[in-house]
């Protein structure tokens, strides 16, 4: 019997299969926990990652306080936008794990968007 977890591992193989991030255009990864949400930029061809953050850093976590997980996602898309900027970066691939672009995935795509990126 195939569980939840194994399915999205499966998809998020596939999508890896076709998906590599660049030094021009790097790809950024999602991991979305039952509380939280990670969020890496990573050059798969120099093996580096550029940028990251979760839900869980202190600032963050300060600005938010008692969000929804929602909320929260869409303030992330919008702060590590800003972030990217800074560090030169203007274009991403999007590698949304394995998981479907709904709620917290499809909020943070779309305040990164919002943010200025594009993918």
């Known amino acids: 019997m195939e569980t939840k977890e194994l399915g999205r591992k499966k998809r998020h193989g596939r999508?890896?299969?076709?998906?590599?991030?660049?030094?021009?255009?790097?790809?950024?990864?999602?991991?979305?926990?039952?509380?939280?949400?990670?969020?890496q930029v990573v050059d798969d061809l120099n093996e580096r990652t550029i940028y990251s953050f979760s839900t869980q850093d202190k600032e963050f976590v300060k600005s938010c306080g008692k969000a929804s997980k929602t909320a929260k996602a869409e303030k992330m898309g919008q702060y590590f936008a800003e972030k990217l900027k800074k560090k030169g970066v203007e274009k991403v691939a999007f590698d949304r794990g394995g998981y479907q672009y709904h709620g917290r995935i499809r909020a943070l795509a779309e305040s990164l968007r919002q943010g200025g990126l594009r993918f």
Request: charged share 30%; aromatic share 4%; with cysteine.
């Open 15 to 39: 999508i890896r299969k076709k998906m590599q991030g660049t030094p021009e255009r790097p790809r950024l990864c999602v991991h979305r926990s039952s509380k939280n949400l990670y969020v």
